[in-house]
Each structure stands twice: as structure tokens, then as C-alpha cells.
């Protein structure tokens, strides 16, 4: 069974950048059959799905974030990372890791709590 697990700082200063990894365990993030996601959740707010790179590299981008979002793997360590650019309070949230299949969400990380404040 797969299992994710994000990782990364819990305080971030604003107009640093955000950088958390995903660790991939139990499948690889290079399978035909999956994209790998990060989504977020800011307090007292719904999912926001952030982005996705594919099994072949590939990234997409919500058109909101686009400009300041940066999905990019390292297939030697099973990981996939995020990288959030000018962070402001507004991007405080629980930021969460996904497995993409068919067009669903279907394997979640446990999510991590980004604080951003001086």
C-alpha cells in the first residue's frame, strides 16, 4: 500500500519561498498508472489543489498559483517537492501530498502545517 509523507519547514517568513518534499513509499512516482498532487487547506477554508507532475515529468499548475509554483521530482529518492515563491500570510495552511489515478485523489500524506509570519 501506498504511503506519503510531507515534510518541511513549519514556519516560513513572508516573501520567502515554501519548499516542502512528498516521500513516496510502497509504489514508485515514476508508474504509468499515477500523477502525483499537492494540495492545500487554509484555516477555516476548503482544499485547494495546487498542482500535479506526472509519471513522465510533466507539471500543471492552478492558474492562481500558477506564477509562483514550482512542482519537480527526484526519481532516485521517490520524492516529489513544491516550491511556493513570495509566500504572505494568505498562503497559511495545512499542505498535503497526493496520489493522482483516474482522475481522483485516492492516496493521501497526513498533511503539514506552513505558518507564514515574521
Known amino acids: 500500500q501506498v504511503q506519503l509523507q510531507e515534510s518541511g519547514p513549519g514556519l516560513v517568513k513572508p516573501s520567502q519561498t515554501l519548499s516542502l518534499t512528498c516521500t513516496v513509499s510502497?509504489?514508485?512516482?515514476?508508474?504509468?498508472?499515477?500523477?502525483w498532487s499537492w494540495i492545500r487547506q487554509p484555516p477555516g477554508k476548503g482544499l485547494e489543489w495546487m498542482g500535479v507532475?506526472?509519471?513522465?515529468?510533466?507539471?500543471y499548475y492552478s492558474p492562481s498559483l500558477k506564477s509562483r509554483t514550482s512542482i519537480s521530482r527526484d526519481t532516485s529518492k521517490n520524492q516529489f517537492s513544491l516550491q511556493l515563491s513570495s509566500v504572505t500570510p494568505e498562503d497559511t495552511a495545512v499542505y498535503y501530498c497526493?496520489?493522482?489515478?483516474?482522475?481522483?485523489?485516492?492516496?493521501w500524506g497526513q498533511g503539514t502545517q506552513v505558518t507564514v509570519s515574521s
Open positions: 497526493a496520489r493522482a489515478s483516474g482522475g481522483s485523489l485516492d492516496s
Open positions: 507532475i506526472d509519471n513522465d515529468g510533466s507539471t
Open positions: 510502497g509504489g514508485s512516482i515514476t508508474s504509468s498508472y499515477y500523477a
